[in-house]
């Protein structure tokens, strides 16, 4: 069992920042990977970012949020952070943060992560 809490969200303005914190618990040591998904009203989930849990520590970031989110990890705190710089109206929505355990490099299917977060709330507007 992994238990991820996150938290950082709020509300800001465009072009405005904000961290993330994704933080892990239990049997993290099976997990593969951690992603970052969001869900905004009325859209589906859709996957925003991808760390390694391994000793390479590679990412992936879809289109929309490159050179402009930043993903990163801790593994003494256990720890996955999103550092969401040059924010725009359309980064709003709900965060979620979850975690695989298969060895996949992929955030699609949703299915094939096994342990996911609460969610915070992550407003962008004036």
């Known amino acids: 069992q992994v238990d991820l809490v996150e938290s950082g969200g709020g509300l800001v303005q465009p072009g405005g920042s904000l961290r993330l914190s994704c933080a892990a618990s239990?049997?993290?040591?099976?997990?593969?990977?951690i992603a970052w998904f969001r869900q905004a009203p009325g859209k589906e989930r859709e996957g925003v970012s991808l760390i390694s849990n391994g000793n390479d520590g590679s990412t992936y970031y879809v289109d929309s949020v490159k050179g402009r989110f930043t993903i990163s990890r801790d593994h003494v705190k256990n720890t996955v952070y999103l550092q969401m710089n040059t924010l725009k109206a359309e980064d709003t929505a709900v965060y979620y943060c979850a975690a695989t355990t298969l060895h996949v490099w992929t955030m699609q299917p949703l299915t094939l992560y096994d342990y996911w977060g609460q969610g915070t709330q992550v407003t962008v507007s004036s």
């Open positions: 239990g049997f993290t040591k099976n997990v593969y990977a």
